[in-house]
Protein backbone atom coordinates (compact mmCIF):
# COMPACT_ATOMS: atom_id res chain seq x y z
CA UNK A 1 0.00 0.00 0.00
CA UNK A 2 1.46 3.44 -1.04
CA UNK A 3 0.65 6.62 0.13
CA UNK A 4 0.88 10.10 -1.49
CA UNK A 5 0.62 12.84 0.82
CA UNK A 6 0.02 16.90 -0.38
CA UNK A 7 -0.60 20.14 1.79
CA UNK A 8 -1.51 22.92 0.20
CA UNK A 9 -2.15 26.73 1.14
CA UNK A 10 -5.74 27.34 1.37
CA UNK A 11 -6.24 29.28 -2.07
CA UNK A 12 -8.49 28.59 -5.16
CA UNK A 13 -5.46 28.23 -7.03
CA UNK A 14 -4.09 25.06 -5.78
CA UNK A 15 -7.35 23.19 -5.80
CA UNK A 16 -6.77 22.41 -9.98
CA UNK A 17 -3.23 21.18 -8.21
CA UNK A 18 -4.56 18.68 -6.41
CA UNK A 19 -6.98 17.94 -8.97
CA UNK A 20 -3.84 16.85 -10.88
CA UNK A 21 -1.69 15.64 -8.86
CA UNK A 22 -4.75 13.15 -6.83
CA UNK A 23 -6.04 12.04 -10.81
CA UNK A 24 -2.33 10.56 -11.82
CA UNK A 25 -1.89 8.65 -8.25
CA UNK A 26 -5.12 7.17 -8.98
CA UNK A 27 -4.21 6.22 -12.47
CA UNK A 28 -0.70 4.87 -11.50
CA UNK A 29 -3.06 3.18 -8.44
CA UNK A 30 -5.00 1.08 -11.43
CA UNK A 31 -8.23 2.94 -11.08
CA UNK A 32 -9.74 2.43 -14.46
CA UNK A 33 -9.75 5.39 -16.91
CA UNK A 34 -13.74 5.38 -16.99
CA UNK A 35 -13.36 5.99 -13.04
CA UNK A 36 -10.57 9.05 -13.58
CA UNK A 37 -13.26 12.02 -14.27
CA UNK A 38 -14.95 10.91 -10.65
CA UNK A 39 -11.99 10.93 -8.95
CA UNK A 40 -11.25 14.20 -10.09
CA UNK A 41 -14.17 16.11 -9.96
CA UNK A 42 -14.88 14.63 -6.33
CA UNK A 43 -11.46 15.72 -4.92
CA UNK A 44 -11.68 18.86 -6.41
CA UNK A 45 -14.55 19.30 -4.34
CA UNK A 46 -13.51 18.29 -1.35
CA UNK A 47 -10.65 20.36 -1.86
CA UNK A 48 -12.61 23.26 -2.84
CA UNK A 49 -15.09 22.73 0.51
CA UNK A 50 -11.77 22.89 2.58
CA UNK A 51 -10.38 26.02 0.83
CA UNK A 52 -13.54 27.76 1.65
CA UNK A 53 -13.83 26.73 5.22
CA UNK A 54 -9.73 27.42 6.20
CA UNK A 55 -10.28 31.14 3.98
CA UNK A 56 -12.76 31.59 6.59
CA UNK A 57 -11.57 30.01 9.88
CA UNK A 58 -8.10 29.44 9.59
CA UNK A 59 -6.33 30.33 6.47
CA UNK A 60 -2.69 29.85 7.75
CA UNK A 61 -3.51 26.22 7.72
CA UNK A 62 -2.77 23.81 5.62
CA UNK A 63 -5.30 21.45 3.46
CA UNK A 64 -4.17 17.92 4.05
CA UNK A 65 -4.86 15.35 1.16
CA UNK A 66 -3.45 11.99 1.29
CA UNK A 67 -3.53 9.23 -1.76
CA UNK A 68 -3.31 5.73 -0.87
CA UNK A 69 -3.33 2.91 -3.44
CA UNK A 70 -4.20 -0.83 -2.10
CA UNK A 71 -4.94 -3.96 -3.62
CA UNK A 72 -8.50 -3.40 -4.10
CA UNK A 73 -9.61 0.21 -3.20
CA UNK A 74 -8.26 4.17 -4.30
CA UNK A 75 -8.86 6.02 -1.03
CA UNK A 76 -8.66 10.08 -0.94
CA UNK A 77 -8.87 11.80 2.11
CA UNK A 78 -9.10 15.70 2.51
CA UNK A 79 -8.47 17.40 5.68
CA UNK A 80 -9.94 20.45 6.76
CA UNK A 81 -8.12 22.16 9.67
CA UNK A 82 -10.99 23.27 11.44
CA UNK A 83 -14.76 21.95 11.50
CA UNK A 84 -16.17 25.21 11.84
CA UNK A 85 -18.46 26.32 9.37
CA UNK A 86 -19.19 22.65 8.74
CA UNK A 87 -21.41 22.23 12.05
CA UNK A 88 -24.92 22.56 9.99
CA UNK A 89 -23.22 19.86 7.53
CA UNK A 90 -25.22 16.91 6.84
CA UNK A 91 -24.45 13.45 5.81
CA UNK A 92 -25.56 11.98 3.35
CA UNK A 93 -26.59 15.03 1.65
CA UNK A 94 -30.48 16.11 0.94
CA UNK A 95 -31.08 15.52 -2.87
CA UNK A 96 -30.56 18.54 -4.93
CA UNK A 97 -33.59 18.10 -6.89
CA UNK A 98 -33.25 21.55 -8.27
CA UNK A 99 -36.91 20.60 -9.39
CA UNK A 100 -39.39 23.43 -10.27
CA UNK A 101 -40.97 26.53 -7.65
CA UNK A 102 -37.17 25.14 -5.14
CA UNK A 103 -35.38 28.62 -5.06
CA UNK A 104 -32.31 27.89 -7.06
CA UNK A 105 -30.54 29.97 -4.80
CA UNK A 106 -30.61 27.85 -2.15
CA UNK A 107 -28.72 24.71 -4.45
CA UNK A 108 -25.31 25.93 -4.29
CA UNK A 109 -24.06 25.26 -0.20
CA UNK A 110 -25.20 21.61 -0.93
CA UNK A 111 -24.12 21.29 -4.54
CA UNK A 112 -20.70 20.04 -3.64
CA UNK A 113 -21.78 17.35 -1.32
CA UNK A 114 -24.06 16.25 -3.49
CA UNK A 115 -21.56 15.64 -6.36
CA UNK A 116 -19.09 13.95 -4.17
CA UNK A 117 -22.00 11.51 -3.01
CA UNK A 118 -23.16 11.26 -6.43
CA UNK A 119 -19.32 10.15 -7.34
CA UNK A 120 -17.79 8.23 -4.89
CA UNK A 121 -19.45 4.91 -4.25
CA UNK A 122 -17.94 5.18 -0.52
CA UNK A 123 -18.01 8.18 1.23
CA UNK A 124 -17.06 8.80 5.05
CA UNK A 125 -17.46 12.24 6.96
CA UNK A 126 -15.76 12.49 10.12
CA UNK A 127 -14.52 14.54 12.94
CA UNK A 128 -10.58 14.12 13.38
CA UNK A 129 -9.73 16.60 16.09
CA UNK A 130 -10.39 20.18 15.76
CA UNK A 131 -11.23 19.39 11.90
CA UNK A 132 -13.42 17.23 9.24
CA UNK A 133 -12.33 14.39 7.18
CA UNK A 134 -13.89 13.50 4.22
CA UNK A 135 -12.73 9.71 2.89
CA UNK A 136 -13.80 8.71 -0.50
CA UNK A 137 -11.91 5.68 -2.64
CA UNK A 138 -12.87 3.42 -6.09
CA UNK A 139 -12.05 0.19 -6.78
CA UNK A 140 -8.91 -0.15 -8.31
CA UNK A 141 -7.95 -2.38 -11.41
CA UNK A 142 -4.71 -3.65 -12.27
CA UNK A 143 -1.84 -1.06 -11.19
CA UNK A 144 -0.28 1.15 -13.80
CA UNK A 145 3.39 -0.28 -12.68
CA UNK B 1 -6.27 24.82 -18.85
CA UNK B 2 -7.04 28.84 -17.91
CA UNK B 3 -10.74 29.66 -18.65
CA UNK B 4 -11.73 31.45 -22.10
CA UNK B 5 -14.50 33.78 -22.41
CA UNK B 6 -16.24 35.27 -25.01
CA UNK B 7 -19.55 36.43 -26.07
CA UNK B 8 -21.62 37.76 -29.25
CA UNK B 9 -25.22 38.53 -30.11
CA UNK B 10 -26.92 36.05 -32.58
CA UNK B 11 -30.45 36.94 -33.13
CA UNK B 12 -30.81 39.34 -30.78
CA UNK B 13 -29.91 36.31 -28.11
CA UNK B 14 -26.20 36.38 -26.43
CA UNK B 15 -23.84 33.75 -26.47
CA UNK B 16 -21.78 33.34 -24.15
CA UNK B 17 -18.85 30.88 -25.42
CA UNK B 18 -16.88 29.05 -22.64
CA UNK B 19 -13.85 27.36 -22.83
CA UNK B 20 -11.70 25.69 -20.26
CA UNK B 21 -12.13 24.58 -16.78
CA UNK B 22 -14.86 25.95 -14.36
CA UNK B 23 -13.59 25.63 -11.08
CA UNK B 24 -13.28 27.40 -7.39
CA UNK B 25 -10.51 29.47 -9.12
CA UNK B 26 -11.66 30.49 -12.47
CA UNK B 27 -15.48 30.99 -11.74
CA UNK B 28 -15.72 34.18 -10.32
CA UNK B 29 -14.81 35.54 -13.87
CA UNK B 30 -17.87 33.83 -15.11
CA UNK B 31 -19.91 35.23 -12.82
CA UNK B 32 -18.50 38.55 -13.26
CA UNK B 33 -19.56 38.36 -17.23
CA UNK B 34 -22.81 36.71 -16.55
CA UNK B 35 -23.63 39.84 -13.88
CA UNK B 36 -22.17 42.55 -16.69
CA UNK B 37 -24.47 41.28 -19.29
CA UNK B 38 -27.53 41.19 -17.20
CA UNK B 39 -26.89 45.08 -16.20
CA UNK B 40 -26.58 45.86 -19.82
CA UNK B 41 -29.65 44.69 -20.60
CA UNK B 42 -29.29 41.29 -21.36
CA UNK B 43 -31.26 38.70 -20.33
CA UNK B 44 -31.53 36.35 -23.16
CA UNK B 45 -28.49 34.43 -22.69
CA UNK B 46 -27.23 31.15 -23.92
CA UNK B 47 -24.09 29.76 -22.27
CA UNK B 48 -22.01 27.12 -25.17
CA UNK B 49 -20.21 25.08 -22.47
CA UNK B 50 -19.19 22.43 -25.71
CA UNK B 51 -15.32 23.21 -24.88
CA UNK B 52 -15.43 23.05 -20.85
CA UNK B 53 -13.47 20.91 -19.92
CA UNK B 54 -13.88 20.68 -16.38
CA UNK B 55 -16.78 21.62 -14.32
CA UNK B 56 -17.45 21.42 -10.37
CA UNK B 57 -20.51 22.83 -7.95
CA UNK B 58 -18.88 26.41 -8.06
CA UNK B 59 -19.47 26.73 -11.68
CA UNK B 60 -22.75 25.52 -11.40
CA UNK B 61 -22.92 28.02 -8.67
CA UNK B 62 -22.50 30.53 -11.33
CA UNK B 63 -25.09 29.07 -13.66
CA UNK B 64 -27.71 28.86 -11.05
CA UNK B 65 -26.92 32.45 -9.88
CA UNK B 66 -27.18 33.73 -13.44
CA UNK B 67 -30.27 31.66 -14.08
CA UNK B 68 -31.88 33.66 -10.98
CA UNK B 69 -30.48 36.92 -12.47
CA UNK B 70 -32.34 36.93 -15.94
CA UNK B 71 -35.72 35.38 -14.78
CA UNK B 72 -35.61 38.69 -12.26
CA UNK B 73 -36.26 40.09 -15.57
CA UNK B 74 -38.53 37.66 -17.24
CA UNK B 75 -35.62 36.36 -18.96
CA UNK B 76 -33.63 33.02 -19.62
CA UNK B 77 -30.36 31.04 -19.35
CA UNK B 78 -30.15 27.72 -22.04
CA UNK B 79 -26.73 25.81 -22.15
CA UNK B 80 -25.29 24.10 -24.60
CA UNK B 81 -24.09 21.28 -23.65
CA UNK B 82 -23.64 17.37 -24.90
CA UNK B 83 -20.13 16.27 -23.35
CA UNK B 84 -21.42 12.88 -21.33
CA UNK B 85 -18.86 13.89 -18.20
CA UNK B 86 -20.63 17.20 -17.85
CA UNK B 87 -24.00 16.46 -18.43
CA UNK B 88 -23.11 13.79 -15.54
CA UNK B 89 -22.82 16.61 -13.18
CA UNK B 90 -26.34 18.52 -14.12
CA UNK B 91 -27.83 15.16 -13.46
CA UNK B 92 -26.45 14.28 -10.08
CA UNK B 93 -27.39 17.48 -8.78
CA UNK B 94 -30.86 17.46 -10.14
CA UNK B 95 -29.93 20.72 -12.57
CA UNK B 96 -31.20 19.30 -15.58
CA UNK B 97 -34.98 20.06 -14.56
CA UNK B 98 -33.64 23.93 -14.04
CA UNK B 99 -31.72 24.06 -16.72
CA UNK B 100 -32.81 24.23 -20.86
CA UNK B 101 -29.91 22.19 -22.08
CA UNK B 102 -29.49 21.59 -25.97
CA UNK B 103 -27.26 19.78 -28.35
CA UNK B 104 -26.12 23.40 -30.71
CA UNK B 105 -25.93 27.05 -30.07
CA UNK B 106 -28.60 27.25 -33.01
CA UNK B 107 -30.72 24.81 -31.46
CA UNK B 108 -30.69 26.89 -28.25
CA UNK B 109 -31.60 30.17 -30.31
CA UNK B 110 -34.57 27.76 -32.08
CA UNK B 111 -35.91 26.80 -29.06
CA UNK B 112 -36.24 30.33 -27.23
CA UNK B 113 -37.21 32.36 -30.55
CA UNK B 114 -40.12 29.52 -30.43
CA UNK B 115 -41.00 30.10 -26.96
CA UNK B 116 -41.38 33.81 -27.77
Redesign the interface.
Known amino acids: MATVEMTFTPL??H??TA?LVATAVARRSGVPEALL?EV??AV??AC?RA??VHQEHCPGEPVRVALTGGRQRFEVVVTNASAVGDDGMAWPPP??????GQD??A??AQ??L??IA??ADDVQVSRNGDGLSIRMSWPVGTPAG | MDLKLEHHTTDGIEVVDVEG?I???TAPRLRELLIDLVNSGHYQLVVNMEKVE?L???G??VL??G??RVRAHDGSLDLVCTQE?ILK?FR???????FGIHDSVDEAIAARKSEK
Open positions: PAVRRDRLGESVEPATGSDPALPLGAVGL | EDVYFDSTLGVGLKRIITGLTKV
